[in-house]
Each structure stands twice: as structure tokens, then as C-alpha cells.
């Protein structure tokens, strides 16, 4: 997977809904990393965030994140490398979704926006039970992380 900097998607969300996610004062520096696992199919049946910096820890959410049987558990260098980790949590249908799609630093913090997608009542959806999750691989080590979400509903 090819490395990807999160502010254009930040951009692209601005423009899309009129507002921005974090607040004005945000500082851009170049963060970037790529997507795991993004998938609708995860065994957090909770709405979680995590941020992952030990070997241990991804050993034990890695089977959470696939079926049986499970790939082997990727390698991660936890010593120049943070894992993030945005679950939903169980629904009763499809249409759901999860995304971190912008991350930045804000008074020496570690700011993370996660949207979280419904269906609109006109959406088709399937009638299956979804847990969505998405993981992403910061290409700098982080200790601690500020979560911000915002909702977004289909319209279909």
C-alpha cells in the first residue's frame, strides 16, 4: 500500500460539508500512513478507538479484525510506527461505515477525525449485521491521540 497524506481528504470533507472537523487554529504537518483494514466485518461490537504502540496489543485486536482463519498478524515497528484504530460498533443492516480521514496537530496534540456513515431511510441496505472498523498506520510513533467524530447520513 502506497503511503497517503491525510489533508487532501481533510480538504475534500470541508468542502463537502461546509464546516470544518477540527477547529481553525489546526497547525498541517506532514502525517502520513496507510490503511490496513478498512471493513465492515470486525468483532468490535462496541463503538472503539485505540491507538496501538506495542507488538502485544496488535497481536490480540488482529483476529478481531478477520475471520476464521485468520492471516498471519503483519509486522509493525512500533519503535517509528502508531496503529489507529476507529470501530462502529454492531448495526443491524448494512450501509454503515467507518473512515479516519484527516489527522493533524493542534497545540502539541494529535488530532484524529473519524466520520461515521448511516443509511438514509431511502438507501437500500442488506439485511445483515455489520461492525464496521478501520485501521491505519501512522508512519511516526504517537503516544496519545484526541478523537473528534462527526456523523454523516446517505442520501440515496
Known amino acids: 500500500m502506497a503511503p497517503r497524506s491525510l489533508k487532501p481528504a481533510y480538504l475534500l470533507l470541508l468542502v463537502a460539508c461546509g464546516e470544518p472537523p477540527l477547529s481553525p487554529n489546526v497547525a ?33 485486536i488482529w483476529p478481531k479484525l478477520h475471520g476464521v482463519p485468520t492471516p498471519p498478524v503483519p509486522r509493525v515497528d512500533f519503535a517509528n510506527t502508531t496503529i489507529l484504530l476507529a470501530a462502529l460498533g454492531g448495526r443491524g443492516t448494512g450501509g454503515y461505515s467507518i473512515t479516519i480521514d484527516s489527522i493533524a496537530r493542534q497545540d502539541g496534540r494529535l488530532l484524529v477525525h473519524v466520520t461515521e456513515v448511516s443509511p438514509g431511510r431511502s438507501c437500500g441496505v442488506t439485511e445483515a449485521i455489520t461492525l464496521p472498523v478501520h485501521v491505519f498506520l501512522l508512519f511516526e510513533p504517537v503516544a496519545t491521540v ?11
Open 146 to 156: 484526541d478523537w473528534k467524530a462527526s456523523a454523516r447520513e446517505l442520501r440515496c
Open 28 to 60: 498541517w504537518i506532514p502525517i502520513t500512513g496507510s490503511t490496513i483494514v478498512q471493513s465492515n466485518l470486525s468483532d468490535f461490537s462496541a463503538s472503539t478507538r485505540l491507538v496501538v504502540g506495542d507488538t502485544g496489543t496488535w497481536r490480540t
